[in-house]
């Protein structure tokens, strides 16, 4: 079992910058598969970024050169640096993990999921 906890989110103005951290439980973390999800009122939760044990990444092409996943098997933590942030990607953001070697964009291939954190941009 993984538990996930999200932290980092809060109140931007557009054109800022957030990073949310999203630790895991759990003796084989670095083995796992880890993604950011987002999920806007009214709209489907949307992949945005992933990341493999071997540090492999992958993207949204929304936010390709401003999002920057990453993370720390020694602290069990994966992160997520935000960048010049718009007022339509206000959404609660969700990690997820799972035990694969290959990073995906559907949220159906990941096992277990963080309470998600709210980031809400201003313009």
């Known amino acids: 079992q993984v538990q996930l906890v999200e932290s980092g989110g809060g109140l931007v103005q557009a054109g800022g910058s957030l990073r949310l951290s999203c630790a895991a439980s759990?003796?084989?973390?670095?083995?796992?598969?880890m993604a950011w999800f987002r999920q806007a009122p009214g709209k489907e939760r949307e992949f945005v970024s992933a990341?493999?044990?071997?540090?492999?990444?992958d993207y949204a092409d929304s936010v390709k050169g401003r999002f920057a996943i990453s993370r720390d098997n020694a602290k069990n933590t994966v992160y997520q640096q935000m960048n010049s942030l718009k007022p339509e990607e206000t959404a609660v953001y969700y990690c997820?993990?799972?035990?694969?070697?290959?990073?995906?964009?559907?949220?159906?291939?990941?096992?277990?999921w963080g309470r998600g954190t709210q980031v809400t941009v201003s313009s």
């Open positions: 997820a993990a799972d035990a694969s070697f290959k990073i995906s964009r559907h949220p159906s291939d990941y096992a277990y």
């Open positions: 759990g003796r084989t973390f670095s083995n796992y598969a």
């Open positions: 990341i493999n044990w071997l540090a492999m990444t």
